[in-house]
């Protein structure tokens, strides 16, 4: 389905009853639009996509006679994640590409490792909202709304923070030992732009003079931005 914006016009003959419809398949069209499609049947265990075919809303299902136990279990996030990189973070990814029993089911789990000062830096996922809930340390988190406000707290272990979809947001390990979350999305491709190496390091590259404006600074500064995140 098609998340179109589009709504006829009202006729004058049944004013009630067209506004009434109009509630109606605007509650339909928000429902839907809002996260990924409902399933059609008890599952769909993906079927690993060919080359560059599109991954998102679906992949293609497992054959149900071939289905196991196994298709529905993953332990990728049991391990951790290499925080030994200059962001100090690692995140491992339990989204429809690594966990196949999650296709067409409207949800995925990532697992964060974060070195003491580890960052995972500012970005934002298209495609859905993320709970962060905070396992072992101390991690500071917080979005910037459309309007400029900055919604910030830090966590302790136990507590959880939620994103909106879309938001820009961070984690920041602000203790002095090792921390680790778990992230859940209700997506189960949730897509990450993460916007230091959107902005600086996109290929091909934005112009610096468009950058330099937007940014209000001299275009030397864009320069040295882009070496630190060509790819």
């Known amino acids: 389905m098609e998340c179109s914006g589009a709504i006829s016009r009202p006729s004058s ?6 506004l009434a419809t109009v509630a109606v398949a605007l509650t339909v069209l928000v429902s839907t639009c809002v996260a990924d499609p409902e399933p059609v049947q008890d599952f769909c265990v993906a079927v690993p996509r060919a080359g560059d075919a599109p991954a998102y809303p679906g992949f293609p299902c497992k054959p149900a006679s071939t289905v196991v136990s196994d298709d529905f279990f993953f332990a990728g996030l049991a391990v951790p994640g290499n925080t030994d990189n200059r962001f100090g973070f690692n995140a491992t990814l339990g989204n429809v590409e690594f966990f196949r029993g ?3 089911l ?13 960052i995972n830096a500012l970005h934002s996922h298209p495609r ?13 988190v917080g979005f910037v709304s459309t309007s400029g406000k900055l919604y910030s707290k ?3 272990e136990g507590e959880s923070f939620v994103f909106p979809r879309g938001m820009i947001h961070f984690q920041y390990n602000a203790g002095n030992v090792p921390a680790r979350v778990m992230t859940a999305f209700n997506s189960q491709l949730p897509g990450v732009l993460t916007t230091a190496p959107a902005l600086f390091g996109s290929d091909p590259e934005i112009p610096d003079e468009v950058l330099a404006k937007s940014f209000q600074v001299d275009a030397g500064i864009i320069k040295l931005l882009k070496s630190k995140f060509k790819k």
């Open 102 to 104: 999650v296709n067409t």
């Open 13 to 18: 003959a049944a004013p009630l009853l067209v």
């Open 128 to 140: 859905a909202t993320e709970l962060v809930h905070v396992i072992v340390g101390r991690v500071l």
């Open 154 to 156: 830090e966590l302790q």
């Open 106 to 118: 409207g949800l995925s789990v990532n697992r964060g490792d974060f070195a003491p000062g580890g």
